[in-house]
C-alpha cells in the first residue's frame, strides 16, 4: 500500500496549486513537504522485496533499485521545488502554475517508470511521461523552445513506438510475459544472437539512453527554463533509461549470461563502442560550444553512456557502480543547472566567456561549479569519485578495456571543458 501511496503523493501537488494564489508560501512549504513525506516512507521500506499487481498488465515492484532511484527522485524534487520558489520570479512567474502542474505528472510517471514491475509497466510509464514533459520544454513559448519541443517529440515518440515497443512484445514471447520476479526459460538463454539483438533494441529504444542515432535531442532542450533542465538531466527522463536498463539486465538478461555476451564483440560486446563513441562525441562538442547550458546538457549524454557501459560490464560491483553514478550525477548535476539558471536570469547571458569574466566576482559561484563538475568527472575524495573509480576498476578487473578507455579519456574531456568556468 504504501508504494502506491509514494507513486501518487506528487499528484497531491496539484491539489495544492489552489492555495499557491492565496498563500505563496504555504505553497512551496507543503510541496516540499510532500517529497520529505515521500522520503520517510520510503526509509521504512528499505531492503523489502514487495510486488503489486494492478491488473494482469500493470505490476508495481519494490525492490533496491527502484527503492533508491525514487529516494533520488524526491530530493532532486525538493531540491528544485527550493531553487523554483525564487527563480520563478525572474523567469516565469505567470507561468508557475502550468510548471508546477506538469512538473507532478512527470515525478508521478518517472516514480510509475521506477516501480515497474514488468515490461509492460514500464511501457505505460516510460511513454505516458513523453507527452508531459513537453509543456515543461517549451514553457517559454518563443520559437526556439517551440523547436525545441518538436524535436523533444520526435526524437523520444518515434523511437518508443516503432523500436522500445516492437521490442517488448519480442520479449514478452520469448521470456512468455515474465514479470521481473519470475524465473526466466531456458530458452530464452538459448538464443545468444537474439537476445543480443534485442538488447541493442532496448538501449537505442528507449532514446531517453541518447544513445546513437538519439544522441542529439537532449542538447537541444536548452531553451527549457532551469529548474525543467536540472530535473530533465537528473531524474524525470534520461535517469529513467538507465533505471529500467538495469532491472531488465538484472531480472531478465541476468548478469552472468550478459557477461558471456558482453565478451563477444558480435553479440553485445560492440554496443560498449556505440556508447563509448557517443561519449565521446558528446564531450568534444562540449569543448566547442560558448552556451553554459549545451556544455551542461552534452556532459549529461556522456555521463548516460559510461552508466550504460558499466551496466553491459555485468558484473554486481559494476552496476553498483552505474547506480551510485545515478545518484552523484543527478545532484551534480542539478546543481549546475541551477546555477547556469542564476546566470540566465541575474545576466541575461549563458555566454560562457561572458560568464568566465563575472565568475571573478562570483566566487561562491564559481567554487559551486568546480565542485560539482570535478564530482561528475570523478575527481578524488568528492562523491562522483566513488562511483566512477568502482566502474571503471570493474571495467579493468573483467577485461572491458574499451569501457574503461573511453571512460578515462571522457573524464580528462570533462575536467578540460569544467575548468574554464572557473
Known amino acids: 500500500m504504501k508504494i502506491l501511496i509514494i507513486t501518487c503523493i506528487p499528484l497531491l501537488s496539484i491539489f495544492l496549486l489552489s ?28 531492503n523489502q522485496f514487495q510486488k503489486i499487481s494492478l491488473c494482469s498488465f500493470l505490476v508495481i515492484l519494490l525492490d533496491k533499485y527502484s527503492w533508491f532511484f525514487v529516494i533520488v527522485i524526491n530530493v532532486c524534487w525538493l531540491l528544485t521545488t527550493i531553487y523554483s520558489f525564487s527563480f520563478v520570479r525572474y523567469d516565469f512567474q505567470k507561468k508557475a502554475k502550468k510548471f508546477h502542474f506538469y512538473l507532478s505528472l512527470t515525478l508521478f510517471t518517472a516514480t510509475g517508470s521506477s516501480f515497474a514491475g514488468n515490461l509492460n509497466t514500464l511501457f505505460f510509464f516510460y511513454l505516458l511521461s513523453i507527452p508531459l514533459i513537453y509543456p515543461l520544454i517549451t514553457l517559454r513559448e518563443n520559437e526556439e523552445a517551440k523547436k525545441a519541443g518538436k524535436n523533444y517529440l520526435l526524437n523520444n515518440l518515434a523511437p518508443a513506438l516503432l523500436i522500445l515497443l516492437p521490442t517488448i512484445i519480442l520479449c514478452n514471447y520469448l521470456t512468455h510475459n515474465a514479470n521481473f520476479s519470475d524465473p526466466i526459460p531456458e530458452s530464452f538463454y538459448q538464443r545468444p544472437y537474439l537476445t543480443s539483438l534485442v538488447l541493442a533494441l532496448f538501449i537505442i529504444g528507449m532514446s531517453k539512453n541518447c544513445i546513437f542515432p538519439f544522441n542529439r535531442w537532449l542538447p537541444a532542450s536548452t531553451p527549457a527554463p532551469a529548474p525543467v533542465t536540472a530535473l530533465l ?105 541551477f546555477i547556469a539558471g542564476y546566470y540566465n536570469s541575474i545576466y541575461k547571458t549563458v555566454s560562457i566567456k561572458e ?17 560539482s563538475g570535478l564530482s561528475i568527472a570523478g575527481f578524488p575524495f568528492l562523491a562522483g569519485y566513488l562511483s566512477k573509480d568502482l566502474m571503471l576498476v570493474e571495467e579493468l578487473h573483467s577485461g572491458n578495456y574499451a569501457a574503461a578507455f573511453f571512460l578515462i579519456l571522457g573524464s580528462i574531456l570533462n575536467l578540460m571543458y569544467i575548468f574554464p568556468l572557473a
Not at 505553497?27 to 528499505?46: E, K, P, R
Not at 551542461?296 to 555521463?303: L, P
Not at 560568464?355 to 568546480?370: P, R, V
Request: hydrophobic share 50%.
Open 19 to 46: 492555495i499557491k494564489k492565496y498563500s505563496r508560501k504555504l505553497f512551496y512549504i507543503s510541496v516540499c513537504s510532500l517529497s520529505l513525506i515521500n522520503i520517510a516512507l520510503l526509509s521504512t521500506l528499505a
Open 233 to 337: 538531466h537528473s531524474v524525470a527522463v534520461v535517469k529513467i533509461g538507465s533505471i529500467s536498463l538495469i532491472k531488465i539486465v538484472v531480472y531478465i538478461y541476468h548478469l552472468d549470461f550478459l557477461y558471456k555476451l558482453s565478451h563477444n564483440f558480435f553479440m553485445t560486446g560492440w554496443l560498449t563502442y556505440l556508447c563509448g563513441f557517443s561519449a565521446l562525441y558528446a564531450a568534444f562538442k562540449a569543448l566547442k560550444t560558448d552556451n553554459l547550458k549545451v556544455r551542461f546538457s552534452e556532459s549529461t549524454v556522456s555521463q548516460l553512456s559510461y552508466i550504460i557501459t558499466a551496466i553491459l560490464t555485468a558484473t554486481p560491483i559494476a552496476i553498483l557502480g552505474a547506480k551510485l553514478h545515478i545518484i552523484t550525477h543527478s545532484i551534480a548535476k542539478s546543481c549546475l543547472f
Open 355 to 371: 560568464i568566465s569574466q563575472i565568475a571573478t566576482k562570483k566566487k561562491l559561484l564559481s567554487l559551486s561549479i568546480i565542485i
